[in-house]
């Protein structure tokens, strides 16, 4: 008695399988389509515009250091920028670990 309904249920569903399949492929590529538009576009976007201002980092510009140093732009390299941290008190850091770029006037170190 409660055979019959599972053979009918089956039977049913394997004539219509070839069609399911290309409505979850074409789920798979609308889920696809949104995570690049909500997700890896804007965050593409977003590291090139970070890329392009650590590029443009120049003499006295105030920046903001990956670990939070808050320090004084004296001398600008290739791959490495020479900062003043305190009066006197100069490092080297590599471009790669600024986290934010202030114009000259926008800020001051915090030691000044």
């Known amino acids: ?5 599972a053979y009918a249920q089956a039977a049913g569903a ?3 399988s070839s069609g ?3 409505f979850m492929l074409g789920q798979f590529v609308l889920i696809g ?3 690049y538009f909500l997700l890896i576009r804007p965050q593409q976007k977003r590291a090139k515009e970070h890329r392009a201002t650590i590029d443009a ?5 105030v920046i903001v250091t990956a670990g ?3 320090a004084k732009v004296v001398k600008v390299d290739e791959t490495e920028v020479e900062v003043e941290i305190a009066p006197n008190v100069k490092i ?4 790669a670990t600024i986290a934010d770029v202030r114009t000259a006037g926008a800020g001051k170190p915090a030691n000044d």
């Open 1 to 5: 008695m409660f055979a019959s309904p």
């Open 14 to 16: 394997a004539g219509s």
């Open 20 to 22: 399911s399949t290309i």
């Open 33 to 35: 389509v949104i995570f």
């Open 57 to 61: 980092v120049k003499k006295n510009d």
């Open 68 to 70: 939070g140093i808050v």
């Open 92 to 95: 080297k850091i590599v471009k």
